[in-house]
């Protein structure tokens, strides 16, 4: 018999053989597989789902609804090989999902967050380097934590100060300009890192094993900060607690963007499309979210609009 485990490590691999980053759906997966295995059930079943919200029902609906598409897309490829699949339906979780408002770092806050990360300790001193070179390079250039992640050191051009995203969310390559001082940090967390371990091909951020840090290790060490700078409270048994995220340092940089645009007098129609394509956003929608979402950037938005109507309707009454 072959088992719901062995069933999702052949899926994982051919998503990833695709370009898809399941680093946390991967997480998420191998629950419910072993949770599977556990109860003997070696295909999926509608049943065999509600029993393991029963068993770790603890979440909101929200949370559920999203595990529950993470196994509708397994359960979906799970189909070719075993007819005795059932596709839980996409409603049997009620949820009404909502996106959350960023948190917006202050300046103060984000040299805090990378001077602190630059203390944690470990066995050979990495740690420290490769936390507060991700944490600062996503904070001033607004990539993904997993693009960060995902970069090799040919991804990353000092020279040229330039950055090639090979694996964005919407499997889009594209190219982030960095400045000379992110340039010139970067190239001093590669020579400690050569120093440490010496060798140079391969992943650019790593831990102190040598091997490519991870997402579950870079979300810990986050919030080990920002709760030691009380952006989060305290917790035990290592547990991340709730409060700003590290994905806000992208949400940061975006808004901050915005509103030098609004206050440089610029067109923020025009300058929202190379920021949707710098981001990696699917569309200028998703971009515009922004000003929506930060009541700072919504009211400026409003006053140049309010600008631009009364000069239009002084513009008419000239004419006449």
Same mark, same amino acid.
């Given at each position: ?116 990360? @630059?203390?944690? &300790?470990?066995?050979? *001193?990495? #740690?420290?380097?490769? !936390? $507060? ?6 904070? %001033? ?61 391969? @992943?650019?951020? &790593?831990?102190?094993? *040598?091997? #490519?840090?991870?997402? !579950? $290790? ?6 080990? %900060? ?75 938005? $409003? ?18």
């Amino acid at each position: 018999m072959t088992t719901l485990s062995q069933r999702l490590a052949d899926y994982l691999a051919v998503r990833r053989g695709l370009g898809f980053d399941l680093t946390f759906d991967g997480r998420v997966l191998r629950v419910f597989s072993a949770f599977a295995d556990r109860a003997g059930a070696d295909h999926i079943t509608v049943d065999l789902f509600l029993r393991w919200k029963a068993a770790y029902g603890h979440a909101n609906n929200d949370t559920w609804a999203h595990r529950l598409g993470m196994v509708r897309a397994f359960a979906s490829w799970l189909r070719g090989y075993d007819e005795r699949t059932e596709i839980p339906p996409a409603g049997l979780i009620p949820a009404k999902w909502r996106r959350p408002r960023p948190y917006i770092y202050s300046e103060r806050e984000v040299a805090t967050l990378v001077s602190r990360a @630059a203390t944690l &300790r470990s066995r050979y *001193g990495l #740690r420290s380097w490769t !936390c $507060s070179t991700l944490f600062g390079l996503i904070a %001033v250039t607004g990539l993904r934590i997993n693009e960060g992640l995902q970069l090799d050191d040919d991804d990353i051009d000092l020279d040229a100060g330039v950055i090639t995203v090979k694996r964005g969310k919407n499997r889009k390559v594209r190219l982030v300009p960095i400045a000379p001082s992110t340039a010139e940090r970067l190239a001093a967390y590669r020579v400690e890192r050569m120093r440490l371990l010496g060798s140079k091909a391969g @992943a650019f951020f &790593r831990n102190d094993e *040598g091997r #490519r840090m991870t997402d !579950c $290790s870079a979300r810990y060490n986050f919030a080990v %900060v920002s709760q030691g700078m009380g952006l989060r409270e305290a917790q035990r048994f290592c547990k991340h607690g709730r409060g700003p995220r590290i994905h806000d340092l992208r949400h940061t940089f975006a808004v901050r963007t915005i509103m030098d645009w609004y206050r440089k007098g610029l067109d923020p129609d025009r300058e929202m499309l190379r920021l949707t394509t710098y981001l990696g956003h699917l569309k200028p929608d998703h971009t515009y979210w922004y000003i929506e979402a930060v009541p700072e950037l919504l009211q400026l938005a $409003s006053k140049r609009a309010e600008h631009s109507l009364k000069k239009g309707v002084a513009g008419k009454g000239r004419v006449q």
